[in-house]
């Protein structure tokens, strides 16, 4: 059974950095042909595909977030991270992270809240 757990700071001050970590068990990240994405939904919205990184280590990004979006890993813990950069109040959203693209998620996080305010 694959589990993932998101973390990471639940309050971010606008024009900053937004960091999170997904740890992943049960499976690795690096095996298997899959993708390992993050999604977010803010309060009264859809659930918003921000990108992934695949079994290889390569990225994908939404088009939207590109320029403010950066996802890593560290294959030696089993963890994928996203930063969002130059954060604003729209950004607050309960963040998650998922395996598999979007429409076709078989295992997800719990979610974290995730509020930015000053």
């Known amino acids: 059974q694959v589990q993932l757990r998101e973390s990471g700071p639940g309050l971010v001050k606008p024009s900053q950095t937004l960091a999170l970590t997904c740890t992943v068990s049960?499976?690795?990240?690096?095996?298997?042909?899959?993708?390992w994405s993050w999604i977010r939904q803010p309060p009264g919205k859809d659930v918003e595909w921000m990108g992934a990184i695949d079994y290889r280590g390569s990225t994908y990004y939404s088009p939207s977030l590109k320029s403010r979006t950066s996802i890593s890993r560290d294959t030696s813990k089993n963890q994928f991270t996203l930063q969002l950069s130059s954060v604003t109040l729209e950004d607050t959203a309960v963040y998650y992270c998922?395996?598999?693209?979007?429409?076709?998620?078989?295992?997800r996080g719990q979610g974290t809240q995730v509020t930015v305010s000053s």
């Open positions: 049960g499976g690795s990240i690096t095996i298997g042909y899959f993708y």
């Open positions: 998922a395996r598999g693209l979007p429409e076709k998620y078989d295992y």
